[in-house]
């Protein structure tokens, strides 16, 4: 396992990590669940994400009971805070208040006394910037999050909180975690620049399009009840025919370099210096250890202009 600095920080993460979204507290058993981290701690693996509103805090607990095996000092664990966790007023969003307060049930979740990392999990437009970084510098203060990050904001909005951090001498974010794959690229026209020139990495999440790019999808209509597919609408509107195809192109390339097409996917998304990680879910520890072993792969000039012709053909 190879490892990248996260943003303009001293930390470094695992190029590969493991989420909790759609799989831990709800939708895998649990023993799968604990196979997966422990699996992934194995292989190298030190940097593992969660959100409280994942299973309303569940796979908070299923990944904070599994860490504990490990000592504190030895991986990376990051939450998030933004989404309705109660029917209140207060209840969602940024303030100072509902960070305060989901920080705190995080920590007792996760059984620890600190995150190194915490996400604004979505922009909050009912909150004043300043109110919520302030809150999070004060978080930081009090040692119980270690670096600042945040979720799908837009390359204005970082660019407007960095201003406002420097301004006030507040603590600036380190990372933003984006959708970012081969078939969602918009990260790359405005995001990724304005996070190399503001020190600010990427933690991306579905590499793999949700599990499109696994190869494992044949036609539009053959979707097995169990996979994502099945319960992700966006999973199901990116299953054209169209990108079935150019699946199925990309295989060839993968098979001519001796990996997968997800491995293939996955190093082709770490090709970007700005990237410092590819987030991955998995609901078996033999998916943890297929992904791993994209870290390190690097594709060659040429390669990466086959794929491109591929994803930029009808």
């Known amino acids: 396992m190879k490892y990248r600095k996260l943003g303009r920080s001293g930390l470094k993460v695992s190029e590969i990590s493991l989420g909790s979204w759609l799989t831990y507290g709800g939708y895998v058993e649990r023993d799968n669940a604990v196979q997966s981290i422990r699996k992934a701690y194995e292989l190298g693996i030190n940097f593992f994400d969660t959100a409280n509103v994942y299973m309303q805090g569940e796979a908070e607990k299923v990944v904070g009971e599994t860490l504990k095996e490990y000592p504190r ?3 990376v664990l ?3 805070a933004f989404g309705p966790m109660g029917e209140g007023p207060n209840d969602r969003g940024l303030s100072r208040k ?3 307060e989901q920080a705190h049930a995080s920590l007792r979740r996760l059984g620890t006394d600190y995150v190194d990392l915490f996400y604004c999990h979505r922009y909050d437009p009912d909150t004043p910037l300043e109110e919520t970084l302030r809150a999070l510098d004060d ?3 009090q040692g119980k999050i270690l670096y600042v990050g945040v979720s799908e904001w837009t390359a204005a909005q970082m660019a407007e909180a960095h201003a406002i951090a420097d301004k006030y001498l507040l603590d600036r974010i380190i990372v ?3 959708i970012y794959n081969m078939f969602n690229r918009y990260i790359e026209k405005e995001v990724i620049p304005l996070g190399e020139e503001k020190g600010i990495g990427q933690v991306v999440f579905s590499p793999l399009a949700q599990g499109l790019l696994t190869g494992k999808y044949k036609s539009e209509e053959d979707i097995p009840a169990d996979s994502r597919a099945a319960k992700v609408d966006s999973m199901r509107k990116a299953l054209t025919a169209g990108n079935i195809a150019k699946v199925r192109k990309l295989e060839g ?3 001519e370099l001796d990996v997968t097409i997800g491995q293939l996917a996955l190093a082709w998304i770490l090709r970007q210096p700005n990237v410092a990680s590819a987030l991955v879910g998995a609901s078996r520890p033999q998916q943890v250890e297929e992904n791993a072993a994209a870290s390190g792969v690097e594709l060659g000039q040429g390669v990466l202009e086959k794929v491109e012709e591929i ?3 009808d």
Do not use: W
């Open 73 to 75: 000092e030895s991986y």
């Open 78 to 80: 990051a939450t998030k």
């Open 98 to 100: 509902h960070l305060m």
């Open 139 to 141: 978080l930081v203060t």
């Open 176 to 178: 933003n975690q984006p």
């Open 253 to 255: 390339i993968a098979s």
């Open 311 to 313: 994803l930029s053909g």
